[in-house]
């Protein structure tokens, strides 16, 4: 199993920029593929963006450009560094971990608001 600990949240202006953090511990070796989703209240959970352990990165089309997914293996930690931010990201971040047998790990979520 996969802990995930999510950090790097808050309030931010229109056009301002956040990072999140996410570390992972326990069977870190077993993780395919991290990444972050979102919700918003009422809504679905959605891809925002994944790594997977061999770099490969993947985008929610209306955060290319924007937002950018990075992974640093010695500290078993994936960021996401948010750019250009707008008011329609405003939604809790959720850190996720896939491992090779299909189990799926996520943290407990950070909550992200951008003013307009």
């Known amino acids: 199993q996969v802990q995930l600990v999510e950090s790097g949240g808050g309030l931010v202006q229109y056009g301002g920029s956040l990072r999140l953090s996410c570390a992972a511990s326990?069977?870190?070796?077993?993780?395919?593929?991290m990444g972050w989703y979102r919700q918003e209240p009422g809504k679905q959970r959605e891809l925002v963006a994944s790594?997977?352990?061999?770099?490969?990165?993947n985008y929610k089309d209306s955060v290319k450009g924007r937002f950018t997914i990075s992974r640093d293996n010695a500290k078993n930690t994936v960021y996401l560094q948010m750019n250009s931010l707008k008011p329609e990201d405003t939604a809790v971040y959720y850190c996720?971990?896939?491992?090779?047998?299909?189990?799926?790990?996520w943290g407990r979520g950070t909550q992200v608001t951008v003013s307009s």
């Open positions: 326990g069977s870190i070796f077993s993780i395919y593929v």
């Open positions: 996720y971990a896939v491992e090779r047998t299909g189990t799926w790990n």
């Open positions: 790594i997977t352990s061999g770099g490969t990165t």
